[in-house]
C-alpha cells in the first residue's frame, strides 16, 4: 500500500494550493481518506475527510476555505485550499481508513508554508 502525497509549496497569505494524494494497492473507493496536518513543534491534528460516497467533514479551524475531494478513477483525494493562513503552515498528510475501522494506511507528508 502506497498513498503519495504532493502539491505543497511556499505561498503567501490569501493565496492557494492543492494538495493531492494518490493511492495505490488498496481498493481506492472502500477507503475514507483524510488529511492530517502537522504544524512545526507542534501535534498532528485532523483537517478534513471525505467517504467512498462523497460524504465530506471539516475541521472548524479550514471550514469555508478548504474542500475535500476525490476522484475514485483515478485513485486520488484532493484539498483545495483557499485563502491560506500563516497558521495554515504545516506537513500535511493524508491516511486512508477502511470501512471496517480495521486498517489505516498514511502517506508520507507534503510541506505547505504560508509567509504572512
Known amino acids: 500500500v502506497q498513498l503519495q502525497a504532493s502539491g505543497g509549496g511556499l505561498v503567501q497569505a490569501g493565496e492557494s494550493l492543492r494538495l493531492s494524494c494518490r493511492g495505490s494497492?488498496?481498493?481506492?473507493?472502500?477507503?475514507?481518506m483524510n488529511w492530517y496536518r502537522q504544524p512545526p513543534g507542534n501535534q498532528r491534528e485532523w483537517v478534513a475527510g471525505?467517504?467512498?460516497?462523497?460524504?465530506?467533514n471539516y475541521a472548524d479551524s479550514v471550514k469555508g476555505r478548504f474542500t475535500i475531494s476525490r476522484d475514485n478513477a483515478k485513485n486520488t483525494v484532493y484539498l483545495q485550499m483557499n485563502v491560506l493562513k500563516p497558521e495554515d503552515t504545516a506537513v500535511y498528510f493524508c491516511?486512508?481508513?477502511?470501512?471496517?475501522?480495521?486498517?489505516?494506511?498514511w502517506g508520507q507528508g507534503t510541506l505547505v508554508t504560508v509567509s504572512s
Open positions: 491516511k486512508a481508513i477502511s470501512v471496517t475501522g480495521l486498517y489505516d494506511y
Open positions: 494497492g488498496i481498493v481506492f473507493g472502500l477507503y475514507t
Open positions: 471525505i467517504t467512498g460516497g462523497g460524504m465530506t
